[in-house]
């Protein structure tokens, strides 16, 4: 009787436990039925930093939003074409096409959103559907909420706060569960995708803001190639490590130095507001900026042809 | 029977902390909507333990860029004591924090980046309380 009773306990345990975990980061409520396996179960080989200064590094990398929010507010027009082609999705028919391409229609998505192309999200959101299905990663996306908010073009930072908190939520959740690899590769296609609407913006009419952006850049190159290297074990890593290696080396052109200043506040609208007063300078030629442009359109075509 | 209550009692430990990812989850969303006219980019969520000898940080570093105001929110948590202290760092300078001298605390903290790199944000209770929060990186369009 007694043993019957605990039974009865820890079988509601598991329910409830499966419930809670079940409901992460799902805003629809909804609980996938699929049984996942974690790609750690195959992927168990030593990284060659931690797991800790990995996440550090994926976290430092600028989210694409502010790609598009200084496309836009430097006066860019929305262009259609330079966003990639959906048409593709069911030729991408492995782990690591899914991701990265993933991670390029997770940029697109940022750029329709805030140029308020509800339209296109739809489209967008259908690739991503499908991407994040195969990688076992769709329940972070509210999907029928985020069509609502498109199609009946309503509440718009609703819109980019959903979609950007469930690339977040989704990128925490890889990352929790040893699947690194999928999330380094998803951070480096929006990078990517990020800097090609940059690039592509700079080759047909350079604006001093966006190119200065590209330079800077640099920064993130670093540690993209230093997470990516992690899983280079896997000769798809290392073809797409060959490519940024290329853009990296294209940077070398690229100098940066400072001036230093005494930050100062300032309230402004109520809030209060810290201005740095450190100036940061870039110096590069248009050559380099040419060769950059190239080598950052070269990595995106592979990406978005595999 | 032992073996059955350590079970239940892990159990139970785990369940407590998927209820704590939830709550979590709810405070972001909440702090979200304080953010006023500017644009979520990411958020810190924080739970740390008293100490009155040392009080814990949690450091997080973020790549900043150049030309842009970002807006820092906090929101703490329902339950806990503890009071969030915001403070942005560039390496061992600090550049600005919610926590005004006065002790009072900002709802908003804004930087105006003018150089792209690696900052930090770093996340301590006032008074080394316990406490549990959620801080909102966002950017104002200022155009």
């Given at each position: 009787m007694k043993r019957n009773w605990l039974k009865i306990v820890f079988a509601a345990f598991i329910v409830t436990l499966l419930l809670q975990f079940g409901c992460k980061g799902d805003g629809s409520k909804s609980i996938s039925n699929d049984i996942e396996i974690p790609d750690s179960i195959f992927n168990d080989k030593p990284l060659m930093i931690s797991k800790e200064a990995m996440e550090d590094i994926i976290d430092n990398i600028s989210s694409p939003v502010e790609m598009a929010a200084l496309l836009k507010s430097s006066g860019v027009p929305f262009s259609q074409k330079m966003l990639a082609s959906t048409s593709r999705i069911d030729d991408l028919n492995t782990n690591f096409k899914q991701a990265l391409n993933l991670g390029v229609y997770g940029c697109d998505l940022g750029y329709l959103n805030m140029y308020e192309k509800t339209g296109s999200v739809i489209t967008n959101m259908t690739a991503i559907k499908t991407l994040s299905n195969e990688l076992r990663i769709?329940?972070?996306?509210?999907f029928s909420t985020i069509k609502r908010l498109a199609t009946n073009n309503e509440n718009l930072d609703s819109l980019m706060y959903i979609s950007v908190s469930s690339f977040n939520n989704m990128d925490e959740y890889l990352r929790q569960s040893n699947r690194g690899n999928i999330s380094s590769l998803i951070v480096t296609g929006m990078w990517i995708e990020g800097m090609y609407l940059a690039a592509m913006v700079a080759k047909d009419a350079p604006r001093a803001d966006i190119v200065e952006r590209i330079a800077d850049q640099k920064l993130v190159l670093n540690d993209l190639i230093l997470i990516l290297k992690n899983y280079q074990n896997d000769p798809s890593f290392v073809d797409l490590i060959a490519q940024i290696e290329i853009v990296k080396k294209e940077y070398e052109g690229v100098k940066i130095t400072y001036e230093m200043g005494e930050p100062e506040a300032k309230e402004v609208d109520g809030m209060l507001i810290i201005i740095q007063n450190d100036k940061q300078h870039i110096d590069m030629s248009d050559e380099t900026l040419t060769s950059i442009i190239g080598a950052i359109i070269d990595v995106r075509t592979k990406i978005i042809n595999l | 029977m032992k073996r059955i209550l350590k079970i239940v009692f892990v159990l139970l430990f785990l369940s407590s902390i998927g209820n704590t990812y939830a709550q979590s989850d709810e405070l972001v969303n909440v702090c979200a909507?304080?953010?006023?006219?500017a644009t979520y980019l990411k958020d810190y969520k924080v739970k740390l333990s008293a100490s009155s000898v040392s009080p814990p940080t949690a450091k997080f570093n973020v790549i900043l860029n150049k030309g842009t105001l970002y807006k820092f929110t906090v929101c703490n948590a329902e339950g806990y004591s503890g009071e969030a202290v915001l403070t942005l760092r560039e390496n061992v300078k600090v550049?600005?924090?919610?926590?005004?001298a006065d002790g009072s605390f900002l709802t908003g903290l804004g930087f105006q980046c003018n150089k792209t790199g690696m900052y930090s944000i770093n996340i301590s209770f006032k008074g080394g309380k316990a406490g549990a929060a959620v801080a909102i990186l966002s950017y104002v369009n200022m155009k």
């Open positions: 769709g329940q972070f996306f509210d | 909507l304080g953010i006023g006219n550049l600005g924090s919610n926590l005004k």
